[in-house]
């Protein structure tokens, strides 16, 4: 299940990202979608998730600043990053479980005060 994240760039504190993830080899629609995001030297942690009927759960970090969406028609997953501080730097990834986890290979966000 290929999965391409895209979208991740330099941003200011206080700033908006908006990351995209195309998926594909798989029915989308009925998958759960996720991101993760892994910091320097911290590990990898979710960021948020959302189900196929568009249920979504949040980390508690990102609450009130992130929203994660869908567009099964073209087979999207967005992460909407508002607020942005230097905390939220790290590498983001997109995921799915399809039979077995998938990874997306990563966007870097970098984020300066």
């Known amino acids: 299940v290929p999965l391409q994240a895209y979208g991740g760039g330099l941003v200011r504190s206080g700033g908006s990202l908006r990351l995209s993830c195309k998926a594909s080899?798989?029915?989308?629609?009925?998958?759960?979608m996720a991101w993760y995001r892994q910091g320097p030297g911290k590990q990898r942690e979710l960021v948020a998730n959302?189900?196929?009927?568009?249920?979504?759960n949040f980390a508690d970090s990102v609450k009130g600043r992130f929203t994660i969406s869908r567009d099964n028609t073209r087979r999207l997953v967005h992460l909407q990053m508002n607020s942005l501080s230097p905390e939220d730097t790290a590498v983001y990834y997109c995921?799915?479980?399809?039979?077995?986890?998938?990874w997306g290979q990563g966007t870097l966000v970098t984020v300066s005060s």
């Open positions: 995921n799915t479980y399809w039979g077995r986890t998938f």
């Open positions: 080899g798989m029915v989308f629609s009925r998958a759960a």
């Open positions: 959302i189900t196929s009927s568009g249920t979504a």
